[in-house]
């Protein structure tokens, strides 16, 4: 696609829910990348992917988030039995256009907006 | 590893004066470094990049930024503030080569008074 696509962009749930955030990156790049931005704070790197594989997952807070990705198309961020400390919103990144220059400009999403109530 | 430290969580300034954000950065291999602005409700937008070309670096609406490695420094600047430079402005970091995880800053907000 044009941009990177993210959905839900709103998610409301309730404590202890698993939810799934998707993630289309732009067609052709072979990077992608989740973040998280609490309220009022920075971005928080979760994960990063190199086609499908995640050679950097040090970013999950916790054994209840988990990622995956389908070779070099859309990730999955799952977090299972959700907590309120989880509310943020939830950003996705692509980055690396296959043959082209890589210098790790990213392109973002507009974000998953996740509130645990 | 890497990081930036972006000085000022808050920075207001009047309309028409000097814009001046400032980040450090900390890598052990030569970096990339980015700065991305996110506009009220809106996603984050690369606002320009250095790569190992000419240290100064220009990028949208008016900003520039300095690479200086000698203060492991690359602030952001602009000669004027706008009314609608009013957003939250990140620092970021990666590597050259190899695996290019990209650590961001935690951000500094900029208030324009008019």
């Known amino acids: 696609g044009a941009g990177v696509s993210q959905s839900p962009s709103n998610k409301v749930t309730e404590k202890g829910k698993d939810v799934e955030l998707r993630c289309d990156p732009i067609?052709?790049?072979?990077?992608l990348y989740w973040y998280r931005q609490r309220l009022g704070q920075g971005l928080e790197f979760l994960i990063y992917?190199?086609?499908?594989?995640?050679?950097?997952k040090s970013g999950l807070p916790s054994d209840r988030f988990s990622a995956e990705r389908t070779g070099e198309s859309v990730s999955t961020l799952t977090i299972q039995r959700t907590q309120q400390e989880d509310s943020a919103v939830y950003l996705c990144?692509?980055?690396?256009?296959?043959?082209?220059?890589?210098?790790?400009?990213?392109?973002f999403g507009e974000g998953s907006r996740l509130t645990v109530l | 590893a890497q990081s930036v430290t972006q000085l000022g969580s808050h920075v207001s300034v009047s309309e028409g004066a000097l814009v001046l954000l400032r980040c450090n950065y900390s890598?052990?291999?030569?970096?990339?470094l980015f700065w991305y602005v996110q506009y009220p409700n809106q996603g984050l937008q690369l606002l320009l990049k250095?790569?190992?070309?000419?240290?100064l670096v220009k990028g949208i609406n008016g900003f520039e930024a300095e690479f200086k490695k000698s203060e492991t420094s690359f602030h952001l600047t602009k000669p004027s503030a706008h009314m609608r430079d009013a957003a939250e402005y990140f620092c970021?970091?990666?590597?050259?080569?190899?695996?290019?995880?990209?650590?961001f800053g935690t951000g500094t907000k900029l208030q324009v008074i008019p």
């Open positions: 067609s052709g790049h072979t990077a």
């Open positions: 890598s052990s291999v030569p970096p990339y």
């Open positions: 970021a970091v990666s590597d050259q080569g190899g695996y290019q995880k990209v650590t």
């Open positions: 992917f190199q086609g499908n594989s995640a050679p950097d």
């Open positions: 250095y790569t190992s070309a000419a240290t």
């Open positions: 990144a692509s980055s690396s256009p296959r043959g082209g220059a890589n210098t790790g400009e990213l392109f």
